[in-house]
C-alpha cells in the first residue's frame, strides 16, 4: 500500500512547494527490517574501534559538507544560513565526540578483580533502533541520537519530519557512504518515510529494541505508549518553558540584550530556549523597555541572507504555515487573558505575505494561573515576568509543567547558587546559560521528558549493561 506524498519541502520565505516523497510502501518497510535485522547481526560483532573510525569519517563529511548542509537546512526550514552552517558543524563535532570518546566510554566496568574470578559490567548493544526526529535542528538532533548509538554498535531506523526530507536524505546519504567505504552494511542506518501506522509496526516488530524521540508533549506521549505497551525502552525530549531568572545585574541594558538574542535563536523556535524571562522588579522597566527597543528594530529577511541576526537586526520566518497561525493565535489569547503584548506579533504582509514571517513579540503581564500561561510559546517571542522577591521568582519558575533547562543571575555572591538549588529541571545554568556542547548531558524532568543526551550519559541509554562473572 502506497498514500499520497506527505512528506514535502515548502521554503518558509515563500510559501513555495519544491519537492515530496512518497511514504514507504508496507513491503518496502518489512525489507527495511530484515535488513536492519541483518545488519545489525554484522555491526554488533565489527570491533568498537573500528565503529568509532567509520563515525570519524561521518563526522568529517558533515564538515566537508557544512556549507551545502546550512543551504539545505536554511531552504526546508528557515533557519538563518548562519546558524544552519553552525548547526552542520556542531552535528560534526558530535560524532566526533563520540568517536574519540566513545569506546573509553563503552569499556567495562570492573566489580571485583581478584584471584578467584573477575566480575564487570559490559556495554554491549541492543540492536535495531527507532529514531523519530524534529524538524528545528534536522543535523544536531539525529547526529545526538545516531552517533553514540552507532559507536555503541546499534543499528538505525531514522523518521523524519515529514517537512524536511532533503535533510533526512542527505544524513543518510552521508552515513552511508562512510559505512560503504569500510565494507559495512548499509542497512546499519536507514532513513524512513514512514506513515504514523507504520510507525507503530516498527516499534511492535520484535527487531525493534528501542525508540528516542524528541518532539512534542503529544507525540512522545503517544509513543511512550506504544513501547510500553511493546516493552521497548524510550527516551524522551519534549517541550520547555524554560524560566530565565534575573535576579539583579550591573548592566540592565546588557543583560536584556542577552536574554533577547537568546530567544531569537532559531527565531524562538528550540525547546530550552528561555521562553519565560523572569526579572526583579527593581530592574524590570528598564529591561522591558530595552527588550521593546531592541526587538522593534528587527526587520525580516530572506534566512538565506541571514549569517547573524544580532548584528544584522534581522529576523527569520518560521518553519511552517502551521507554527506562524498557532503561534499568532496563542500571543491573541494571552492578550485575552489579561497580557500586554509590546510590540510585534503579527503575520507580514506586503513583500513577505507569503512567507510564516511573524514579526517578533515582546509579552509582559501574562496572569499566572490561567491556561496561556502554561503553553509554550514556539516562536520568537519574549515574555517577561516581574517577581518582588526571590520567594516568588522560584515559585514562578517552577510553576510550570515542563523541566527542560533553566537559568539564574545575581550578582551578589552566592544568591544565584542558593535560588539555583530549587530550580525543577534537568539542566541549570548559573550566571550563564548551561552549556551545550557535544560533552554535556542534554535532557529534562517532568513532563520535558526523561532520559539524556550527548556527553558521557549518551552512550548509556540504549546498551546491555550485562554482569559479565568469570570464574578463573
Excluded at 55 to 65: H, K, N, P, Q, S
Excluded at 359 to 365: I, N
Excluded at 396 to 421: H, I
Aim: hydrophobic fraction near 45%; charge should be negative.
Amino acid at each position: 500500500m502506497t498514500t499520497s506524498p506527505v512528506y514535502r519541502t515548502t521554503i518558509p520565505a515563500t510559501g513555495e512547494v519544491t519537492g515530496e516523497h512518497p511514504h514507504l510502501s508496507d513491503a518496502e518497510l518489512r525489507s527495511v527490517l530484515a535488513d536492519a535485522a541483518a545488519a545489525a547481526a554484522t555491526w554488533r560483532a565489527v570491533p568498537i574501534a573500528e565503529r568509532a573510525a567509520v563515525v570519524t569519517r561521518i563526522a568529517a563529511l558533515f564538515t566537508e559538507r557544512a556549507a551545502e548542509l546550512g543551504a539545505l537546512a536554511t531552504a526546508e526550514m528557515g533557519k538563518p544560513l548562519g546558524e544552519s552552517v553552525g548547526e552542520a558543524d556542531f552535528s560534526g563535532n558530535i560524532f566526533s565526540y563520540y568517536a574519540d570518546n566513545g569506546p573509553a566510554l563503552a569499556a567495562d566496568q570492573v566489580l571485583e578483580d581478584s584471584e578467584e574470578s573477575r566480575i564487570v559490567v559490559q556495554r554491549r548493544p541492543v540492536g535495531v533502533l527507532l529514531g523519530i526526529m524534529p524538524w528545528n535542528y534536522p543535523y544536531y538532533q539525529i547526529a545526538r541520537f545516531a552517533a553514540p548509538n552507532l559507536v555503541t554498535g546499534n543499528v538505525i531506523l531514522l523518521k523524519h519530519a515529514e517537512s524536511v526530507p532533503g535533510c533526512a536524505l542527505v544524513v543518510e546519504e552521508i552515513i552511508r557512504q562512510a559505512l560503504r567505504e569500510g565494507g559495512y552494511p548499509e542497512a546499519v542506518y536507514t532513513n524512513i518515510f514512514a506513515t504514523h501506522d507504520q510507525i507503530s509496526t516498527v516499534i511492535e516488530d520484535p527487531r525493534v529494541q528501542g525508540v528516542s524521540l524528541t518532539g512534542s508533549e503529544r507525540a512522545g506521549a503517544a509513543i511512550a505508549a506504544q513501547a510500553g505497551a511493546a516493552l521497548k525502552k524510550v527516551v524522551l525530549e519534549l517541550g520547555g518553558s524554560d524560566p530565565y531568572v534575573i535576579l539583579s545585574t550591573d548592566d540592565v541594558k546588557a543583560a536584556a540584550a542577552t536574554a533577547v538574542a537568546i530567544r531569537l535563536e532559531n527565531t524562538g523556535q528550540a525547546c530550552n530556549s528561555n521562553k519565560r524571562i523572569i526579572v526583579s522588579a527593581e530592574i524590570y522597566e528598564e529591561f522591558v523597555d530595552e527588550a521593546v527597543a531592541l526587538v522593534s528594530a528587527l526587520t525580516p529577511k530572506d534566512p538565506a541572507q541571514i549569517e547573524d541576526y544580532t548584528q544584522e537586526k534581522a529576523f527569520a520566518p518560521l518553519s511552517s504555515e502551521r507554527a506562524a497561525d498557532t503561534l499568532v493565535d496563542q500571543i491573541g489569547r494571552a492578550v485575552d487573558a489579561g497580557a500586554t503584548l509590546r510590540v510585534g506579533g503579527t503575520r507580514l504582509g506586503g513583500d513577505f505575505a507569503s512567507g510564516f514571517y511573524v514579526a517578533p513579540a515582546v509579552l509582559t503581564d501574562i496572569p499566572v494561573g490561567t491556561p496561556i500561561a502554561y503553553e509554550e510559546f514556539f516562536g520568537p517571542v519574549v515574555s517577561v515576568f516581574k517577581v518582588s522577591s526571590d520567594e516568588e521568582a522560584l515559585a514562578l519558575a517552577n510553576d510550570t509543567q515542563y523541566g527542560l533547562g533553566s537559568t539564574v543571575f545575581a550578582t551578589e555572591p552566592g544568591r544565584a547558587e542558593k535560588f539555583a538549588e530549587g530550580l525543577e529541571a534537568g539542566m541549570t545554568g548559573v550566571n550563564q546559560s548551561a552549556p551545550e556542547t557535544e560533552s554535556m548531558p542534554f535532557g529534562g524532568v517532568k513532563r520535558s521528558g526523561y532520559g539524556r543526551e550527548l556527553g558521557p550519559l549518551g552512550m548509556d541509554e540504549f546498551v546491555n549493561k550485562r554482569l559479565y562473572a568469570v570464574k578463573k
